[in-house]
């Protein structure tokens, strides 16, 4: 699947994101991807990845080997 870029309209800030086939991302790439986006503890200023809406979110989407996935899916 295509990159696809996060932005967080509140920090003015962007993350690129590469997702696996049917675009899941891991709970290591929701962490680095919040990580840019916000990074500040206890803020609620975004979605998991640390995003705020524009295009795409980012929603949890089930546990594999008691880890996180979440999909990235667009904002209609
Ligand atoms: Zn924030």
Redesign the pocket.
């Known amino acids: 699947m295509a990159n696809h870029v996060l932005y967080n309209e509140?920090?003015a800030t962007t993350a690129t994101v590469r997702p696996a086939w049917g675009g899941t991302l891991s709970h290591e790439q929701v962490r680095r991807a919040w990580r840019k986006l916000?990074g500040?503890a206890g803020?609620t200023?975004?979605g998991p990845a640390?995003e705020r809406p524009v295009g795409v979110e980012c929603v949890r989407y089930g546990a594999v080997d008691a880890e996180n996935i979440y999909k990235i899916i667009p904002i209609t």
């Open positions: 509140y920090h916000c500040v803020c200023c975004g640390g």
